[in-house]
């Protein structure tokens, strides 16, 4: 179990270490689908981290979840900048609170609590 965990944060910490040493510039037209993207990436990697924490992981449901969540939020960007409206400001939205409901999840795990 702590293995998985730790393979997850050392997989985060290398993709971290290489996207700041590789030259890439992202075009300024592409900022919202990125920023969403990361969202989305985000959320699947701590509701897996929840997931395992709990004993319910399930390989199936996170690469499924994670794909899903990038295509719809993306999707949302797409629509939104097709119809000039904000709707990637939903897609933040929903990543977000999902993302600090399963962080409070897992800091109330390593402390010991349960809701």
């Known amino acids: ?14 993709g971290i270490a290489l996207g700041l040493n590789l030259p890439l510039v992202i075009p300024q037209a592409y900022g919202k689908y990125l920023g969403v993207a990361v969202l989305a990436a985000l959320d699947s990697v701590f ?20 794909f899903v969540n990038a295509c719809l939020a993306a999707g949302l960007v797409f629509l939104g900048d097709r119809l000039g409206v904000e ?13 600090f ?4 999840i897992i800091r109330r795990h390593f402390l010991g609590r349960k809701k």
């Open 87 to 99: 709707l990637y400001t939903a897609a933040i939205v929903a990543f977000g609170v999902r993302l």
């Open 47 to 66: 509701g897996g981290m929840r997931a395992s924490l709990e004993g319910r992981f399930d390989n199936a449901v996170f690469l499924s979840g994670f």
């Open 101 to 104: 409901q399963n962080l409070a």
């Open 1 to 14: 179990m702590w293995w998985g965990i730790v393979l997850v944060i050392l997989g985060l910490m290398v």
